[in-house]
């Protein structure tokens, strides 16, 4: 079960390029962020019920091996459950790689948060790393480096509501992938 857990998470972590390979074949397609996160989230639900029925004991090569997998399925897979949320909270975010709509900004990294999606990456590495060392305060510094890094831009109408949501998701996102490499750890 630890070797299909570990598969899994490798899966999750490869999806978002495959995401983009399926971007490119199709053109812009709207739900192909959403399906990505819903595939991602139960592959992960799917990698700790592996993870966590495993019950034989697992070698520190095999610890160090989840432990790397669950960090590149955080840092990937989080960018599709991050828009994931935003979608259905609202906010629309132009994907990678499409043209911005009409009277929208000329870059989808020009509107209120700009360089989002790699502090985004950065977040996720930092929180699934403080995590898996057991260092869980970590998250605190995380989370107050990033809020006082971000206050300026944060009164850009919508600016809070898109930080609040993709924050969280993607907090949350990496705090779930630290507990399947826990798990797989233990």
């Not at 300026?152 to 996102?173: C, D, K, N, Y």
Request: hydrophobic content about 55%; charged content about 10%; proline content about 6%.
């Amino acid at each position: 079960m630890t070797v299909t857990a570990i598969t899994l998470l490798v899966v999750i972590a490869a999806l978002p390029g495959a995401a983009m390979a399926v971007h490119r074949r199709l053109g812009n397609r709207k739900w192909l962020d959403p399906a990505s996160g819903v595939i991602s989230l139960l592959l992960a639900a799917a990698a700790a019920l592996c993870a966590w029925s495993g019950n034989a004991p697992t070698t520190e090569a095999v610890s160090v091996i989840g432990s790397l997998a669950a960090a590149a399925a955080a840092v990937t897979a989080g960018g599709a459950i991050v828009r994931s949320v935003l979608i259905a909270g609202g906010v629309t975010t132009a994907p990678v790689g499409t043209t911005p709509p009409a009277g929208g900004p000329a870059d989808p990294e020009s509107g209120p948060l700009r360089g989002g999606r790699v502090i985004g990456y950065l977040e996720r590495l930092a929180v699934v790393g403080t995590l898996l060392l057991g260092w869980p305060e970590g998250l605190a510094i995380i989370l107050a480096v990033k809020s006082l890094a971000r206050f300026p831009e944060l009164r850009a109408p919508h600016a809070s509501e898109q930080f609040i949501m993709g924050t969280f998701a993607s907090v949350l996102w990496a705090c779930g992938m630290a507990g399947v490499g826990h798990l797989l750890a233990v």
